[in-house]
T-cell receptor, first 114, second 114 residues
Framework: ETGVTQSPTHLIKTRGQQVTLRCSSQSGHNTVSWYQQALGQGPQFIFQYYREEENGRGNFPPRFSGLQFPNYSSELNVNALELDDSALYLC?????????????FGPGTRLTVL | AQSVAQPEDQVNVAEGNPLTVKCTYSVSGNPYLFWYVQYPNRGLQFLLKYITGDNLVKGSYGFEAEFNKSQTSFHLKKPSALVSDSALYFCAVRSSGSARQLTFGSGTQLTVLP
């Protein structure tokens, strides 16, 4: 069974730039959620994707957007980067048929905005 | 709205002693409760979850958690701590009736002293 993978591991961008982060879900999982974890804080929910559509969104501005592909992999796009976007971005996959939505996390992408 | 409180930023315990990491929650409806562990520069690893039924839940690596509905608590416990248990622990909650969004606490750093 393949776990959740994310790429890249680390990324450095400058303010105003755009970034794309990628996630491959755990084998058999069809739902992907994205979280932002700022230093010293717990993860905060950005959004979830199921059947290639957004299925819930947290308190993040529209410049945070996502995609899910037919193979259930996903992208997180952030436009007009701000310094406060510096964080660990975590992807988690789950199975839509699981009513508890137990989520399994990838290792994360560390984004630094200068 | 749903929320999680982890009142202790840091817990220190001697190896071989029992450990407890505290968590209280607030949610509308019946809660689904989760514990995750995070090692340095890693993603979150699922430890255990409470759905319904028995108030004592057993999980990975000898951890267990006790659900208390009247106190709205879900404390993580282990009878005998190991140095390798030293990590950052997160409690999370979602409502059984709402969108599939996990809300995390701010985390508790557990240090097991040899």
């Amino acid at each position: 069974e393949t776990g959740v993978t994310q790429s890249p591991t680390h990324l450095i961008k400058t303010r105003g730039q755009q970034v794309t982060l990628r996630c491959s879900s755990q084998s058999g999982h069809n739902t992907v959620s994205w979280y932002q974890q700022a230093l010293g804080q717990g993860p905060q929910f950005i959004f979830q994707y199921y059947r290639e559509e957004e299925n819930g969104r947290g308190n993040f501005p529209p410049r945070f957007s996502g995609l899910q592909f037919p193979n259930y992999s996903s992208e997180l796009n952030v436009n007009a980067l701000e310094l406060d976007d510096s964080a660990l971005y975590l992807c988690a996959s789950s199975l839509e048929l699981d009513p508890t939505d137990t989520q399994y996390f990838g290792p994360g992408t560390r984004l630094t905005v200068l | 709205a749903q929320s999680v409180a982890q009142p202790e930023d840091q817990v220190n315990v001697a190896e071989g002693n029992p450990l407890t990491v505290k968590c209280t929650y607030s949610v509308s409806g019946n809660p689904y409760l989760f514990w995750y562990v995070q090692y340095p520069n890693r993603g979150l690893q699922f430890l255990l979850k409470y759905i319904t039924g028995d108030n004592l839940v057993k999980g990975s690596y000898g951890f267990e958690a006790e659900f208390n509905k009247s106190q709205t608590s879900f404390h993580l416990k282990k009878p005998s701590a190991l140095v390798s248990d030293s990590a950052l622990y997160f409690c999370a909650v979602r409502s059984s009736g709402s969108a599939r969004q996990l809300t995390f606490g701010s985390g508790t750093q557990l240090t097991v002293l040899p």
